[in-house]
């Protein structure tokens, strides 16, 4: 089946050659783990590699700091938008929301104009602010994947997380089940630095990678590095040796 | 001529589409950062609260010159679900010239006539 490519090599690899078209794709991490920059790179390697026009949808962070982070990667966001292949498109959840749910709204019409085929919503974490309860936040965001997938977009829709390391918060929007991959990024704590950590924790009808890898912010993007060896718990935050409990108390035969 | 004379002739001394875009068009400070904060996020469509927060200003203050905006030629207004949208206009020779604005921004001496000319409008 063909795959929407990241772009991101070895990402890709993990997914088994990209995600589903049509798809919705979660991307969760704390602040500064990379999830604008990893949905940005996404969004422009669309376009610059695969020929695929996308859209940025932003609720908080300004266009303009768009323009600057893109820029700073080498990606001319500006150059891109004034050739018809990327928007970048400030607005809030509730006027999201009634656009999409709404016939020849902004969204479709860029949609249908740039035959746009990827967008970034950053983040969804935003729609809790117009909902009620966590059924209502559920519902609401079932909604707003649904819509997506009608425009025949595939997403990358990132979501805060608060914990900088170890457990992910206690989540109760549900989002996870709702979403057709989870990407989890994580700091981890090995020998005395702080590094990052990338897990694809589900991809919906398709195998995926299970490891868990490092991978670095380099000057031109997101790249994901080989898989942690000789460490274990690296998703608690505080990884350990592997084997340094068998070592100290199975391997050690009986004294005397 | 008069001080006064010589003061208006100086801070006239601008670029005719600038001096009436900034007479007619931007002529309250809100305006002006509303403007300046279109044109560097030029594909924002929002409601008025959320627009008077991107701005860092009140709703009460910023709806009126939003909808000034709008009589005006510079900014558009949709209903979406009910909810009113602002952004620009679509039009490229009104976000020409907002972009020849804020790039004569940059220099102090217009500036300063543009600050002139809003003191003026406001008495």
């Known amino acids: 089946m063909e795959r929407v490519r990241t772009g991101i090599q070895r990402l890709d690899d993990m997914l088994r050659g990209g995600f589903l078209p049509q798809s919705a794709n979660l991307v969760e991490g704390a602040p500064g783990t990379g999830k604008s920059t990893l949905g940005m790179q996404f969004i422009y390697n669309g376009i610059t590699l695969y020929n695929e026009p996308g859209l940025i949808v932003t609720f908080e962070e300004f266009p303009q700091q768009y323009y600057r982070d893109a820029a700073s990667f080498g990606w001319d966001f500006k150059a891109l938008e004034d050739q018809g292949k990327l928007r970048v498109i400030m607005t809030s959840p509730e006027v999201s929301k009634q656009d999409l749910e709404s016939v020849g709204g902004m969204i479709e019409t860029m949609v249908a104009e740039m035959g746009v085929r990827r967008i970034l919503v950053d983040s969804l974490s935003h729609f809790e602010r117009i909902a009620e309860d966590s059924y209502e936040l559920r519902d609401i965001q079932y909604k707003f994947i649904n819509a997506l997938k009608r425009e025949g977009l595939t997403s990358i829709l990132t979501r805060e997380s608060f914990a900088l390391f170890g457990q992910s918060d206690d989540a109760e929007d549900g989002i996870a089940f709702l979403v057709d991959s989870y990407i989890l990024l994580r700091y981890v704590e090995i020998d005395s630095a702080v590094r990052k950590a990338l897990l694809v924790l589900k991809l919906r009808g398709s195998e995926h990678d299970k490891d868990i890898r490092q991978y670095e912010i380099t000057p031109t993007g997101i790249e994901v590095q080989a898989k942690f060896k000789g460490r274990e718990g690296i998703m608690s935050g505080s990884p350990r040796m592997a084997g340094a409990f068998e070592d100290a108390f199975v391997k050690k035969g009986p004294k005397g | ?123």
């Not at chain 2, 909808?67 to 952004?87: C, F, H, N």
């Open chain 2, 1 to 123: 001529m008069t001080n006064d004379d010589f003061t208006a002739k100086l801070m006239n001394d601008m670029d005719p589409r600038l001096l009436d875009f900034v007479k007619v068009r931007v002529n309250t400070f809100i305006k002006w950062d509303l403007v300046r904060f279109f044109h560097e996020n030029p594909h924002t469509a929002d409601s008025v609260e959320n627009i008077a927060k991107y701005a860092g200003r009140n709703p009460i203050a910023v709806k009126p010159e939003l909808d000034e905006l709008v009589e005006a030629g510079v900014m558009q207004k949709q209903t979406i679900g009910g909810i009113p949208v602002y952004r620009l206009v679509d039009d490229k020779e009104m976000r020409r010239l907002i972009g020849e604005f804020i790039a004569a921004c940059e220099d102090r001496h217009f500036r300063v006539k543009a600050v002139y000319h809003i003191i003026r409008g406001m008495r």
